[in-house]
């Protein structure tokens, strides 16, 4: 266990965790155990906690040794996501991948993905695969635009844009669902532990 408590300005502290397996595990222990956390944010290797009063040296070192506990499952159905596979890096992701595009295809609508965190946009979620098979790199030159609803890949990851913007990751196709309404509660359609499933149209 190497884990690190940074400030992080003066209401909140960053838990740096060995991995997202063990910053998944530690966010039901720490909302339950110490008090002055009022939000867990997750990151890749990081907890965000944001807190209502200083933590004191007791509870610091309580967050550096506290165990953590497999998250709650998530008895919610998956999220169908209908995508068209006609992304403009479909090729170039076959081609590292070792696929054809059909079987990148394949791979990506035969798993089931979980939001392990969120970050970079509103709405986008960092989703994790069951296998391995399409890791691929960034992008070496990142697009000044990706079109909303962008469905990528990059490195063990897979993401949907939510709004146009910016972006590096490798595009394999398109949905029309909508990630972001502010007249939804919450905004965000993707949370941690939901879990999705890709459909192709």
């Known amino acids: 266990m190497t884990r690190r408590l940074l400030d992080y300005g003066e209401s909140a502290v960053l838990l740096e965790c060995d991995d997202l397996a063990e910053a998944l595990s530690l966010v039901g222990p720490v909302r339950e155990q110490l008090e002055p956390v009022v939000e867990v944010v997750p990151g890749a290797r990081t907890l965000l906690l944001r807190l209502a009063a200083p933590l004191t040296g007791g509870q610091r070192e309580q967050l550096l040794t506290l165990p953590g506990s497999p998250p709650e499952?998530?008895?919610?159905?998956?999220?169908?996501?209908p995508v068209r596979y006609d992304g403009d890096d479909l090729a170039e992701v076959a081609e590292l991948t070792g696929l054809s595009p059909d079987e990148v295809v394949q791979a990506h609508t035969g798993q089931l993905w979980t939001v392990g965190f969120c970050g970079f946009a509103p709405g986008f979620g960092y989703l994790r695969g069951e296998?391995?098979?399409?890791?691929?790199p960034r992008r070496q030159t990142p697009r000044t635009r990706v079109p909303a609803g962008a469905v990528a890949l990059a490195d063990d990851w897979s993401a949907i844009y939510p709004r146009s913007g910016p972006g590096g990751w490798q595009l394999?196709?398109?949905?029309?669902l909508a990630l972001w309404d502010l007249d939804r509660d919450p905004p965000a359609l993707l949370q941690p532990g939901l879990r999705l499933r890709f459909e192709a149209l």
């Open 131 to 136: 296998d391995d098979r399409l890791r691929v």
């Open 73 to 81: 499952a998530d008895d919610r159905p998956p999220v169908a996501v």
């Open 172 to 176: 394999i196709g398109r949905t029309e």
